[in-house]
């Protein structure tokens, strides 16, 4: 007697095989996005800032945010990429992205050039006020630069088109800028945040898709929230400042990178990773930067 092959099954032997072991669903996959913020690059490649070759620590936090099981997905640097405002450092950044193979996404810090960041980085300078999709996710960049100042600001008519594709596009959403919306309990960083941050926060809390305002420029970590809204800090992948000072003071914590995982059901998860040892010792008692 011949063998029977599947294709002779009836519909309902078929269907019987198909009741005994039931296919699982697939979940769809959260997406992986790795923060970088604050590299300070210069054009030499033993440039220093306090004591930490910048080059050096930015490439040893890339290579441990890529260096695990789970794959990113895109890389997002949240300012102050170059110190010196040198079109090499930029040349430098482009390249150690690149190298990656991933999206990347850049912001400008205050210690950044937008021209030089467009020549050197092209459509990777997001404009300023740019918006990405990933998945079922929008990813929103926010230029706080103000030319020739440490502090933020956030254009008026920026705000006003943020909150128009809130209120257009009701997807899960991130929100980065350089500088802090909000004070950070550290006096002397808190002279130099956002200075209209809390119009920022205020769109935030009444967009409950707005589910973190992610940030750099403070060189720390920091987690704190306004309505549902997380608002998150991360440290600068070369020099920590210390959490809590009143006056400029260094940290003792190696750099390190902020890793946001973005479900399709639009719940965040995120968490600081940091160097396990430092290199390099930053200069002790700096008194700036
Ligand atoms: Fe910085």
């Not at 956030?154 to 500088?179: G, I, M, N, W």
Request: hydrophobic share 40%; net charge negative; proline share 8%.
């Amino acid at each position: 007697m011949p063998e029977t092959k599947p294709s002779q099954m009836s519909p309902t032997q078929e269907a019987g095989v198909l009741q005994a072991f039931p296919i699982a669903k697939a979940r769809p996959a959260p997406s992986r996005l790795v923060q970088l913020s604050d590299p300070h690059l210069f054009a030499e490649p033993t440039g220093h800032l306090l004591g930490i070759t910048t080059r050096s620590s930015f490439q040893a936090v890339i290579d441990l945010a890529l260096a695990g099981r789970q794959a990113a997905h895109a890389l997002i640097l949240t300012g102050d990429l170059v110190h010196d405002e040198s079109p090499a450092g930029y040349r430098y950044l482009r390249q150690a992205l690149e190298k990656t193979g991933l999206p990347y996404y850049c912001i400008a810090g205050n210690h950044d050039r937008r021209d030089l960041m467009k020549k050197y980085l092209g459509s990777a300078a997001v404009e300023p006020l740019g918006i990405r999709r990933l998945n079922s996710w929008n990813l929103i960049f926010l230029d706080s630069l103000d030319p020739g100042r440490n502090s933020g600001r956030l254009d008026r008519t920026h705000l006003d088109r943020l909150v128009e594709l809130l209120s257009d596009d009701k997807a899960p959403t991130l929100l980065f800028l350089h500088h802090h919306p909000k004070p950070i309990q550290s006096a002397w960083m808190d002279t130099m945040g956002a200075e209209n941050g809390a119009d920022l926060l205020g769109i935030c809390e009444r967009n409950s898709q707005v589910k973190a305002v992610v940030f750099g420029h403070i060189h720390q970590a920091f987690s704190s929230s306004q309505g549902d809204c997380r608002i998150l800090g991360t440290p600068s992948t070369c020099i920590q400042f210390l959490p809590g000072s009143v006056d400029f003071a260094l940290d003792a914590h190696p750099p390190g990178y902020r890793e946001l995982t973005i479900y399709p059901d639009g719940r965040l998860a995120t968490r600081v990773e940091r160097l396990v040892e430092l290199v390099e010792l930053p200069i002790p008692h700096a008194e700036g930067y």
